[in-house]
């Protein structure tokens, strides 16, 4: 019989999406895992198969924890501002924030199965904007060439924004920049 596994696989993944959010999947070495996670390379390899294989359970821990929830959180807006605000509060600042972009520019366009969970992800907060909107969201796969596809950028951004400057940026500047985007965007036919 073997021996019980030495470390907890859950907490292996909260700190290996930390490693990869902040040092990429390339700038992210097994030995940075190894030493990161607290783990020996065997018991890596015997739990995960890979690098890979744990970046890609990384990944999924991010969405299911982090972005479907912001997701869910930011559909309860009830109006843009709202919406704006909410995306703004919902940077935390942590280690894996911004996991989700990073992995949208840096493996998506070479790992299908990357591709498919940040795709997931973009679908579940366009479809939360077009919820607040009252629109429809772009198919997925599809372009984002609708309402609720640019204002899912402008809310990526703006956690984009956060993150490089280590901080959510002051809400009087988040809900001016939704005021003015707000003016610019066709009101939705009121109930008669």
């Known amino acids: 019989m073997g021996r019980p596994r030495a470390f907890d696989e859950d907490e ?3 700190a290996a999406s930390g490693l990869f959010a902040a040092q990429g999947y390339e700038g ?3 030995d940075d895992l190894v030493n990161g996670l607290g783990v020996h390379r ?3 390899y015997k739990v995960f198969g890979s690098k ?4 890609l ?13 912001t997701a869910a959180a930011l559909a309860t ?3 843009l501002a709202g919406l704006l605000t909410r995306a703004v509060a919902a940077y935390d600042g942590g280690p894996a924030a911004g996991f989700l972009l990073l992995a949208a520019a840096e493996r998506a366009p070479a790992d299908p199965e990357v591709a ?3 795709e997931e992800g973009l679908a579940a907060l366009d ?5 607040v909107l009252g629109t429809a969201a772009a198919p997925p796969g599809g372009p984002a060439d609708g309402l609720a596809g640019i204002l899912g950028a402008a809310v990526l951004g703006l956690r984009l924004r956060a993150r490089a400057a280590g901080t959510p940026p002051p809400a009087e500047a988040v809900l001016g920049f939704a005021g003015r985007l707000a003016a610019t965007l066709p009101q939705p036919p009121r109930p008669a």
């Open 12 to 14: 292996a993944v909260r």
């Open 28 to 30: 992210t070495s097994v």
């Open 42 to 44: 065997g018991s890596l």
């Open 52 to 55: 890979r294989g744990l970046y």
């Open 57 to 69: 359970a990384a990944l999924r821990r991010h969405l299911d924890q982090e972005v479907l929830p």
């Open 77 to 79: 807006a009830t109006d």
């Open 116 to 118: 498919a969970l940040v």
């Open 127 to 131: 479809t939360a904007v077009a919820a």
